[in-house]
């Protein structure tokens, strides 16, 4: 019955993280997936979580489903923390719903899209996180890509040159802030005049916001969000709090789409729950309560925002120091890259053998693109990281 199917070739970047765990070398280091780890090179607990987990528990009782759309006071401290007070969500032009993570509102769209808006493409950065592809894709929606980053930089002119060329109704997937994989950001200025294309254009833009906080700050992270919103919309919002609460297996995460009336909204946010309803019926309950409890308790938000901004500082001094070792030992080449790309990830430059051989050679693990998680490094293996890096340079 099944001797057709074809075995999995398995996610790249999951089956990295398998090898490293089965890798026996004592000195190894992981710096292939997209986690957060601490200076102890652990996952860290946030504090203001485990303090809202305990608040969760101990009010706990009956578990009835939730609505399709995911828990009120979680749907709606999601779209404060995003949205503030601003004059769309008051007039009630947005629909959110709370995800299965990120990954479920990106699946929950995709489905809408292909549902809605048949004859659309969407066009996806060159390069970006492999899933995306895979789920949209995976929801019969065509893609294509255009460019983004060259000699490490965004390729801002061909960017826009393939987005001018886009048919009108085109969807275009952005990173809102820490692009996955490069590191490589917009510029204020650049968002502003790509915002202006995407409306002059008529095409849909859909910011994918995994990493908010690791940027340049909780709200700072939302400028692009911003920009949308004062430009009037529409477009959608996929949210997701794995990161940026350490929460990754609770699957937190939310999709918003911001309409142009509140008569659209309520419509997309039906047709929403019925691609929810067919789909998994409705999310967990446990770990969106915590979010929303992080969220809505002014004591734990404010001890949130400080957790975010120590992990966004420690990111930034493992890049330093990152740079200033490999500045040292390899003096012909300029790591500046290091220093001005932002949020978790690096794009190294290395080749896939170079890679290999950070692997086989020295236990370092990136994925074979080049892309470095720099959140995997800390005070005591950044020296190690950066000798082999220098030995595999050499
Ligand atoms: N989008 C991007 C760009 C990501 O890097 C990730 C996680 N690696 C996700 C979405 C999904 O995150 P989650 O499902 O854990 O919320």
Redesign the pocket.
């Known amino acids: 019955m099944f001797a057709h199917i074809p075995p999995y070739a398995g996610d790249p970047i999951l089956s990295l993280n398998e090898a490293f765990q089965k890798d026996p070398r004592q000195g190894k280091v992981n710096l292939s997936i997209?986690i957060y780890f601490d200076e102890n090179g652990k996952i860290p607990a946030l504090e203001s979580v485990r303090k809202a987990e305990h608040l969760v528990v101990n009010a706990a009782g009956a578990r009835p489903y939730l609505p399709m759309e995911g828990a009120a006071n979680f749907r709606s401290a999601v779209q404060t923390l995003l949205f503030g007070d601003h004059p769309a969500l008051k007039a009630g032009r947005i629909a959110t719903i709370q995800g299965v993570?990120?990954?479920?509102g990106?699946k929950v769209a995709a489905d809408f899209i292909k549902a809605h808006f048949p004859a659309s493409k969407i066009y996806l950065s060159s390069p970006t996180?492999d899933?995306h592809r895979a789920v949209f894709e995976g929801s019969g929606v065509e893609t294509t890509t255009y460019p983004y980053y060259q000699d490490g930089q965004v390729d801002f002119a061909g960017m826009l040159d393939a987005l001018r060329q886009a048919p009108a109704r085109s969807v275009v997937l952005l990173?809102a802030c820490c692009h996955?994989p490069t590191g490589v950001d917009l510029s204020a200025a650049q968002w502003t005049e790509l915002v202006k294309l995407l409306n002059e254009r008529e095409l849909l833009p859909f910011l994918?916001l995994?990493y908010q906080g690791y940027g340049d700050g909780l709200d700072e992270d939302l400028f692009a969000v911003r920009e949308l919103l004062n430009a009037g919309g529409p477009f959608l919002l996929?949210n997701?709090f794995?990161k940026n609460m350490s929460v990754?297996g609770e699957?937190c995460?939310a999709l918003s789409v911001v309409c142009p009336t509140a008569e659209q909204a309520e419509k997309v946010l039906g047709q929403l729950k019925f691609m929810i309803r067919r789909n998994y019926s409705n999310p967990p309950t446990f770990g969106g309560q915590v979010v929303a409890t992080v969220l809505n308790t002014p004591e734990l938000n404010q001890m949130w925002r400080n957790e975010v901004d120590a992990m966004r500082t420690r990111i930034k001094a493992m890049r330093k120091a990152l740079h200033e070792v490999l500045s040292a030992k390899v003096p012909g080449r300029n790591f500046d890259y290091f220093l001005t790309q932002r949020g978790m990830f690096s794009y190294t430059g290395l080749s896939g053998e170079q890679v290999d051989a950070l692997k086989d050679t020295h236990g370092v693990y990136l994925v074979r693109s080049g892309r470095m998680c720099v959140a995997g490094l800390n005070s005591k293996n950044v020296e190690v990281v950066a000798n082999a890096m220098a030995a595999v340079l050499a």
């Open positions: 997209g993570g990120s990954s479920g990106l996180w899933n990173h996955n994918d995994a996929a997701s794995s990754y699957r995460g």
